[in-house]
């Protein structure tokens, strides 16, 4: 790693340190939000990690955006900042760069919106922060064509929801907004990569939390006494810790592999895409598993609000499902690899999975 | 509050790596055209093949890391690494040499005389001298330290004298690297007064007898040493280093494909016949997950092999593939029962539904060779500060 990424990371640290203690996250489920840490980031310019330099932006790669967002999941961060980052990476791709701060995005799964006319109609549903953003990159379609559009968040209409996690999931409806500008993606397999970006950082996001889950039981089943000795005097507990580890080293060791797969610049489209859907997948079955063994080792403890483990198994429960969740993912890996594979020629599954380090 | 994270570098990759991968494919590709082996599931453990090692070795695609004054090629571990799994997905007999290639010609290289170097390891890597291993006793199995066997110092040399069990592919080793105890059991420090020793096979007083396992195959042995005379220059490196020794492998032994790769031959099957199946999405849902795992899996071992080059030990790291890695070679066979039961014998059915029930019967031994997958947790929670 760069020396220069090393400080950028550093200074992230110090901000999440000082800014984001488990009560800010506990006071933004209950609606107090941020302002304090959401304007140190800003300051710090940490949003515009994927942004150009020419566009004033950092110009940071893709690795360093990644290892941004999995520390910021460590401490739950309870503001867009994951979501910024995508928002101008996808602006990027339509040539739309810009060192505005305040970007969240609108991703669909499905049915994307259309902009027709200069005019955008369609409804996005689970948008993150939109309304505590100014701007959102929206994914659309003209003429067929990706097209990312970026829309003031005043002339949508949004109806403000919830996610498990407490975290703004808003339904974001378009109804002739009219762009403030807008640019098409020329590159072949657009859509599916803009969608893949947005699973990788919320596999990314789950890895971080998974190693702050870690971190927590660990540090818990020491210090926690029962039949006059510590938790982790128990055979059981020990065996269940060490699941804990190997499905998070598992997920990230899944996670950096493919922020290497797309961080090279001549990397293929099937490299990207197979990367991004073993994270995602791997990613969002620790999750499930490890909330379970890490709410089983904390007992009664872990189940209350005060307790910080829940800020991490809540957000992880609405990550996996976000974007494709494992199931989505696995079924898309079965279709690739089986589409390399033919009866007469063997060893068609085993060079579509050798071709990645 | 303490950080723990675990990191898996990306290996450096020079193009003469993927060079050689696809000389190995080739070389598979051509033999099976040949009709020379038949793929079979597990095939490190269960397939022994003495003219297959043989042509590996003409091949020089054994020992490739070591120096080439003794057979090797001086090639990096990840061009080791590529070799062994595409051997292993292939479901090639390596058997003959794999002990040898992975642990016992390293351990020579870095604990051996002179006169093993220049005398063993050339015919290691010729495919033509093959090694067994010599820890497990009828009362030591995960407690390795309550070995019973005895060297006891002689004239020019020791006398060895216990029982060895489950050591695979006895019958056809020219070797064994035996675990024995050189001094009283100490019980404040119960790894001390080990070592290890390069036995010959056909040294008189050596019997071996085969154990015929779960799956039919008789590759595991019985061996009996009988005041076994080993000369003086049979220790392999100092006395009283066997514990560090095999410990000091263990990071290697652990983290290597043949940890989650065991049963791939059937899964590479499976995605055949699915692909000539009409649409089914949860079918390929259940592969694909398989798929996602073994990729997650591939890039952890592959870190550690990195760190490994780099001259680090990552033990814990090992234990948590391997850990992960053999249980995930048990969940491929029960997931792809599913769409193909397995209830016939092998050699009763297809060559799909002969991998799977191989595949099958071979799978209780994945989560304990080499170490339980009770003794890694318990290597991990170490690892964690909890014991």
Redesign the interface.
Known sequence: MEQSDQLILDTAERIFADHCSADVVNAADSGHYPTELWGALKEAGLLLVWVPEAEGGVGGSMGLGFSLIRRAARYALPVPLAESLVANWLLAQAGLASGEQSNGFALALDALPELNNGELHGVVEGVAFASQVSQLAVPCLQSGQLTIALVNVDACEISEQRSLAGEPRSTVAFKGAVPLASGTVHSGGAIELARGMAALTRAHQIAGAL?HI???T??Y??ERNQFGRAL??F?A???S???I??????????V??AA?TVSQPDCEFDDAL??I??AK??AA?AAGKVAQLAHQAHGAMGFSHEYPLQQYSRRMWCWREEFGS??Y???????????K???TD?????AS??R?? | ??????N?P??I?DPSVETL?MDV?QFL?DE?RKGTFHPGADCWCAGIDTDFTRRLGQKGWIGVTWPKEYGGQELTALHRYVIT?ELL??GAPVHAHWIADRQSGPLILQSGTKAMKEGILPRIAAGTCYFALGLSEPGAGSDLAAVRTRALPTEGGWQITGTKLWSSGAQVCEYMTVLARTSKVDENHRHAGLTQFLVRLDSPGVSIRGIRDMSGVEHFNETNFENVFVPDDAVLGAVGDGWKQITGELAMERSGPERFLST?VA??RA??E???MPEN?H???????L??????????S??IATLLQNGQSPEV?AA?VK??GTRFEQEIVEKLREFWPIFMSQNSGDDFQNLLSESLLRQPSFTLRGGTN?I???I??RG????
């Open positions: 190693e870690v971190t927590l660990v540090n089943v020491q982790s005097r055979q507990i020990q065996h810790v060490a699941d580890a190997g499905e998070s080293a598992l997920a990230n060791a899944a950096e592999q290497r197979m990367a859907a073993t997948s791997v079955e494992e199931f993912w696995n079924q898309w890996l079965g279709q690739h690899v089986a589409s594979v033919s009866l063997e060893g068609g599954a085993w999975i050798a990645a380090y | 509050m303490q950080n723990i994270n675990f898996f990306a290996p990759v991968r494919r590709a099976r799994e997905v292939a791939f899964l590479e995605f055949s699915m692909a000539a999405s079918q390929k849902a259940v592969l694909g997950r798929v996602a795992r073994i990729r997650a899996l591939r890039s952890m592959l870190g790291e948590i850990d992960l009770e890694l947790k318990g991990i929670a964690l500060g909890l014991r």
